[in-house]
């Protein structure tokens, strides 16, 4: 069964960081591509940035560029999100994505 498991998130101040951890489990293989989206409340959900094991590419969103890291451990099915300079706009449920699954999200707040 395959299962995507959030980590990480929480209450932060602005300018704070936090990381978010994923684990897919049930897969028989390495997955390629993994990819972190995020919903914010009223909006809808958006691609925050995403990591070809095997090329080493990343895309983020313009708005995270600079900000956000993506990575991965290459002999797991698990990513990282390092999250630095955190402002209120990022306040959001994030998810986990891999070949058409998700996670059940892990909620983000960014607040004084």
């Known amino acids: 069964q395959v299962q995507l498991v959030e980590s990480g998130g929480g209450l932060v101040q602005p300018g704070g960081s936090l990381r978010l951890s994923c684990v897919a489990s049930g897969f028989s293989f390495v997955i390629d591509r993994m990819s972190w989206y995020r919903q914010a409340p009223g909006k809808e959900r958006e691609l925050v940035a995403s990591l070809s094991r095997r090329s080493g590419s990343t895309d983020y969103a313009d708005t995270v560029k600079g900000r956000f890291t993506i990575s991965r451990d290459n002999a797991k099915n698990e990513q990282y999100l390092q999250m630095n300079s955190l402002n209120a706009e990022d306040t959001a449920v994030y998810f986990c994505?891999?070949?058409?699954?998700w996670g059940q999200g892990t909620q983000v707040t960014v607040s004084s």
């Open positions: 994505a891999a070949l058409g699954h």
